[in-house]
C-alpha cells in the first residue's frame, strides 16, 4: 500500500472522478491541500480574486458540459463563509459543486481559534452533504462519498472541510485501485409512462413544459425526439432555455411572469394538459396557482420525490430521472406511431405558431439614450447560435429573455433560483474556461456587473476571453420597477457625477477605466447604431488579446420591462410599444405576422 498525506489522497481522488480544473483562493489552512495539489499535477487551477467567485466559477464549469463538476476552494473561516452563496446558488439549481475549505487543527476547532467556524453546519442547509473531516483516514470515503452524492438523485453541491492536522496526516492510500461509487438515478417503469401518455394523448391541447432536470440528464434529444413523435408543442422553462431551437417548429415560447414570451403564455393558457418534465414549477413561472392551474390536467415528472405535490397536486406523478424516462416515453411513442394511434396535433401546434407570428414585443428603437430592447436586437445580428450566454438577474437579464434566442442546451447559463447579483462575470469565466473555443456572452446589469468586477483580473491574467454586454442605467432596474407598487423610488439611484469623467453626467462608474485598470479591453456605446460596430470590434479584441471585452451600453435612466404586476401569467402588462410592423422585430423569431 502507498502512503500519502490524506490531502494527497484526496487530490488523487478528485483526478480519478474526472476532475481536471479547480478554482480557488489558497491560505494557511489549506495550503498543505496545495502543496498536494502542485505536486501531484494534472489539475489545472484558477486563481479567483474573492472565494465566492470561485464558486461561481465552479457553477459557471459544471453547467457548460454533461458530467463537469466544478471545484472552488478556500481556506478556512471567511473562505467558506464566502462560498455559501455559490452553494446556495448550485442547490437551488441542481447543480453539482464541490466546496474544499481548510479548518484550524482539530483540537482548537470548538475554542475560538484564528478563522475557525463551523462551516459543515453553516453550509448544511444549502448542500447535499457538508462535513469536517475529523480522522484522517476517513477522507478517501468522504470524498468517494461526496462525488456519488452529487451525482445520485437530485444533482447538487457539497462541501468538505479539513482541518490542517487532517491533510498532512499521513494514510494507507492506493490511488491504482480507486473506483468511483455506483451513481444512483430513480427510472420511470413502463406502466407508469404509459399511463402518462394516454392522458397525454386524451387531451386536446397539451404541452410539455420542459425544464432544467432535461438539462441536466443529457437527455435534450430525447425530449425533442418525443415531442416531434408526439406532435407536441414545448415551453422550455427559463433553466430549460436551449433544450430545443427557438425556431423549432414545436417550441412555443417561454411562459411566466417575467422571463416569457407574449405567445407562450397565450399558448399555454389555452391548453388543457400540461407534461411538466425535470421542472420544479418555479413561482416566477407559474405565478397564481389557480389561474395557472385552472382548466387543465398536470403529470409531473422529477427525480426528486419530494417534489410532486410540493408546489401543487399533479394529476399524476412520476419519480424518474428526465432522461430514464424520455427513453420509455420516446419507447411507447414509437410504438404508438407505428401502430398509427398517436392522434394529430397539426392544427394545434400550428395554432401557437401562429400565436408566435402575431403577438411580439418591438425590440427596434433608435432613441438616445439607448433602450435596452435594442441591445437584445444587436446582440441577436452579432452572435449566432453556438453562443453561449451567462446572466443572473435583473431587468437586464428578463428583457434577455424575452428577446434573445437559445438553439441548444447549456447555451443559456443562468442562475435561476438564487439570483446572487455578481454571479455572472465569475460564471461567464467558469463557461469560458470548460469550453475555450466557444464564444461566450455575459450580460450584466451595471449592479450585477460592479458586485463582482474584480473577477474580470482573473480573465486577464489566465487569458480567459469573453464578450461582456453591460447595459448601464445607473439604476437598480428591476427592485425600482418592483418599488412602483408602493409608489417609491428610494435608494435605487446610482448615478453620481463621476469628477474623473465628467463626460459620463451622472451615470457614475467610468467602467470602461475600471475595465482597463483589470488588463481587459472595453468599449462604450452611446448611439445605438454604433451597437453592432461595437459587438463585432469586441469579438476581435477577445480573438486578439485573449480578455474579457466589455460592451458597455449607455441606456435611458428608467425602461419599464414587460411583466405582471398581480402575479398572474394572463396579467403581464406590455409598457412599450408593442411591434405592428415587420421591421419593428427584426430578429424575430418569425416574421411579424399582420
Same mark, same amino acid.
Given at each position: ?52 467567485? &470561485? ?158 432536470? =432535461? ?5 435534450? %434529444? ?43 403564455? &397565450? ?40 417534489? =410532486? ?31 398509427? @394511434? ?44 453556438? @453562443? ?35 454571479? @455572472? ?61 408602493? %409608489? ?98 427584426? @430578429? ?7
Amino acid at each position: 500500500m502507498a502512503r500519502m498525506t490524506a490531502a494527497r489522497a484526496a487530490v488523487e481522488i478528485l483526478k480519478r472522478e474526472g476532475v481536471t480544473d479547480a478554482f480557488g483562493v489558497p491560505g494557511a489552512a489549506i495550503n498543505p491541500f496545495y502543496a498536494a495539489l502542485k505536486t501531484s499535477g494534472g489539475i489545472t487551477h484558477t486563481l479567483a480574486r474573492h472565494v465566492e467567485g &470561485a464558486s461561481h466559477m465552479a457553477e459557471g464549469y459544471t453547467r457548460t458540459h454533461p458530467g463537469n463538476i466544478g471545484v472552488c476552494i478556500g481556506t478556512s473561516g471567511p473562505a467558506g463563509t464566502d462560498m455559501i452563496t455559490g452553494l446556495y446558488s448550485a442547490t437551488g439549481d441542481s447543480i453539482p459543486i464541490l466546496c474544499i475549505t481548510g479548518q484550524a487543527p482539530t483540537a482548537v476547532i470548538h475554542k475560538e481559534d484564528f478563522q475557525a467556524v463551523d462551516i459543515a453546519s453553516i453550509a448544511k442547509p444549502v448542500t447535499k452533504m457538508a462535513v469536517t473531516v475529523l480522522e484522517a483516514a476517513q477522507v478517501p470515503g468522504v470524498f468517494q462519498q461526496a462525488f456519488h452524492l452529487m451525482r445520485s438523485g437530485r444533482p447538487g453541491p457539497v462541501l468538505i472541510d479539513l482541518p490542517i492536522d487532517v491533510q498532512m496526516t499521513e494514510i494507507e492510500f492506493d490511488p491504482g485501485t480507486y473506483e468511483p461509487l455506483p451513481v444512483y438515478k430513480p427510472a420511470a417503469t413502463r406502466a407508469q409512462i404509459e399511463k402518462a401518455i394516454g392522458m397525454l394523448n386524451a387531451a386536446e391541447r397539451p404541452l410539455i413544459v420542459a425544464g432544467g432536470g =432535461i438539462i441536466n440528464a443529457d437527455a435534450a %434529444d430525447l425530449l425533442v425526439e418525443f415531442a416531434e413523435l408526439t406532435g407536441t408543442p414545448v415551453v422550455p422553462t427559463l433553466m430549460g432555455w436551449g433544450v430545443l431551437p427557438d425556431d423549432h417548429e414545436l417550441n412555443a415560447g417561454m411562459v411566466g411572469l417575467q422571463t416569457s414570451h407574449r405567445y407562450g403564455n &397565450a399558448t399555454f393558457l389555452e391548453s388543457d394538459f400540461v407534461l411538466g418534465i425535470g421542472n420544479r414549477w418555479a413561482n416566477r413561472h407559474t405565478g397564481k396557482l389557480d389561474v395557472y392551474t385552472a382548466g387543465r390536467k398536470f403529470v409531473h415528472v422529477d427525480i426528486e420525490p419530494t417534489q =410532486i405535490g410540493k408546489i401543487f397536486a399533479p394529476d399524476y406523478g412520476i419519480t424518474s430521472d428526465a432522461k430514464a424516462a424520455l427513453e420509455l416515453f420516446v419507447e411507447v411513442a414509437r410504438e404508438l406511431k407505428a401502430a398509427g @394511434t398517436l392522434p394529430d396535433r397539426s392544427a394545434w401546434a400550428a395554432a401557437a405558431q401562429e400565436r408566435k407570428a402575431k403577438l411580439q414585443r418591438r425590440t427596434h428603437f433608435d432613441d438616445i439614450p439607448i433602450k435596452p430592447q435594442r441591445v437584445y436586437e444587436e446582440m441577436n445580428k452579432a452572435f449566432g447560435p453556438e @453562443t453561449r450566454y451567462v446572466s443572473t438577474i435583473g431587468l437586464s437579464q428578463i428583457a434577455g429573455a424575452q428577446m434573445l434566442h437559445v438553439y441548444r442546451p447549456r447555451h443559456w447559463i443562468n442562475c435561476g433560483q438564487a439570483g446572487p447579483l455578481g454571479w @455572472t462575470v465569475p460564471a461567464a469565466l467558469g463557461v469560458a474556461k470548460a469550453d475555450p473555443g466557444a464564444q461566450v456572452v455575459a450580460l450584466s446589469g451595471d449592479y450585477d456587473f460592479q458586485f463582482m468586477i474584480e473577477e474580470l483580473a482573473v480573465g486577464a491574467q489566465h487569458k480567459i476571453p469573453y464578450v461582456h454586454v453591460l447595459v448601464n442605467n445607473s439604476y437598480l432596474g428591476l427592485i425600482r420597477q418592483a418599488q412602483r407598487a408602493f %409608489d417609491i423610488d428610494f435608494q435605487v439611484k446610482l448615478e453620481f457625477e463621476n469628477i474623473n469623467a465628467p463626460e459620463l453626467g451622472v451615470y457614475g462608474v467610468d467602467h470602461v477605466k475600471v475595465a482597463e485598470g483589470l488588463g481587459c479591453k472595453a468599449i462604450r456605446v452611446t448611439d445605438p447604431n454604433e451597437l453592432g460596430d461595437a459587438l463585432e470590434q469586441a469579438k476581435k479584441l477577445a480573438a486578439e488579446h485573449r480578455v474579457p471585452v466589455v460592451v458597455e451600453a449607455i441606456l435611458e435612466r428608467v425602461t419599464n420591462i414587460s411583466m405582471s404586476g398581480t402575479n398572474d401569467i394572463s396579467d403581464v402588462v406590455e409598457f412599450e410599444e408593442l411591434a405592428t410592423r415587420p421591421e419593428h422585430a427584426p @430578429t424575430a423569431i418569425k416574421p411579424l405576422k399582420v
